[in-house]
């Protein structure tokens, strides 16, 4: 859902902290700074929001310490964005604030969605939707941390070193065999009564790891138009054009997460995607770089996904135009 200035009569922004949020409210009921706890938020809700559909909570992506914050206007049915902080910075910057502190960023994030514009509604998550996104992101820990211990491995020359890390790869990869395991059943358990999972795991390409991720950090999948939902994920091509001037198109902002995801899911669709790997042969055949074939390729099978999920239809490729 998009948002116009006018939906609301009040803003209030949130700076999320480990510990704390900072709050600046437009009507100046609440207070500064509460404990970022599941209970005093709920506490804050009931005390100080007293019509929730026409209040619009502003917060940052944090990696997580915002996650208590929306479920909790989720819950009590206040609308929340959680928005890209380098558009919040932007934003900043381009009005002439240049100070940051918390106070400074929770005011900020107040005047940001009072100037709303092409802003999208966090969605609310179900259980099972928040359970596939944390094993979904402890996988992607997982790699990481073996990716570093590798290189570790490569550089010491310590014999007692390198059996430790031996040790503690040895372990990582134990686990994330483990969380493999546990992703896949957790898919499949849940695509016998869930028709977006059936849908997603249809699509020759997407695995565990990209269906997982695309419930749980894409919750808006099926609900935007094509542009939008390749703008949300960042893999739109921005138009870079002055007077005379034609700048290249290039992509940036979204969903980085969910865009290298999607990354490793279009890597195999141009192998075993026979509609994928058509578009990306006919790009490279026309000259084009093999990055710029593949975020296009990118792009259209996010479209593809979007417009499958909307539809609630599967797989099918007489269904599926070669245009899109």
């Avoid at 899911?265 to 055949?285: E, G």
């Amino acid at each position: 859902m998009k948002l116009q200035k006018s939906d609301y009569q009040r803003y209030v922004g949130v700076d999320v902290g480990k510990a704390k949020l900072e709050i600046d409210d437009s009507k100046r009921l609440i207070p500064r700074s509460v404990d970022n706890d599941a209970d005093a938020i709920v506490e804050l809700i009931i005390q100080s929001i007293d019509s929730p559909e026409s209040t619009l909570v502003i917060c940052e992506g944090t990696g997580g310490y915002e996650r208590k914050l929306a479920c909790a206007m989720h819950a009590a049915g206040v609308p929340i964005v959680i928005a890209n902080p380098r558009q919040v910075r932007d934003f900043a910057s381009g009005n002439g604030i240049l100070e940051k502190s918390d106070p400074i960023d929770a005011s900020v994030l107040r005047v940001f969605g009072e100037d709303a514009r092409n802003l999208t509604l966090a969605t609310p998550k179900s259980e099972d939707h928040e359970k596939l996104g944390a094993m979904a992101r402890r996988r992607k820990q997982l790699l990481e941390m073996i990716n570093q211990e590798s290189n570790r491995l490569q550089q010491t020359t310590d014999p007692e070193i390198t059996e430790l890390i031996r040790e503690n790869l040895e372990t990582l990869k134990k686990q994330l065999k483990t969380v493999d395991q546990r992703l896949t059943k957790m898919i499949n358990e849940q695509a016998e009564n869930n028709q977006t999972v059936r849908v997603l795991q249809s699509v020759p390409g997407i695995g565990p790891v990209s269906v997982a991720t695309f419930l749980s950090e894409l919750p808006e999948l099926g609900k935007l138009r094509r542009g939008e939902i390749a703008k949300l994920v960042g893999v739109a091509p921005l138009v870079n054009q002055s007077g005379r001037k034609d700048g290249q198109r290039s992509i940036f902002g979204g969903r980085g997460y969910v865009r290298r995801v999607l990354y490793m899911a279009t890597l195999a669709a141009t192998r075993h995607n026979d509609i994928i790997k058509r578009f990306y042969k006919r790009l490279l055949a026309k000259g084009k770089p093999k990055m710029v074939a593949l975020v296009a390729s990118m792009r259209k099978l996010l479209i593809i996904l979007n417009d499958m999920v909307r539809n609630g239809e599967c797989w099918r490729y007489a269904n599926l135009s070669e245009s899109k």
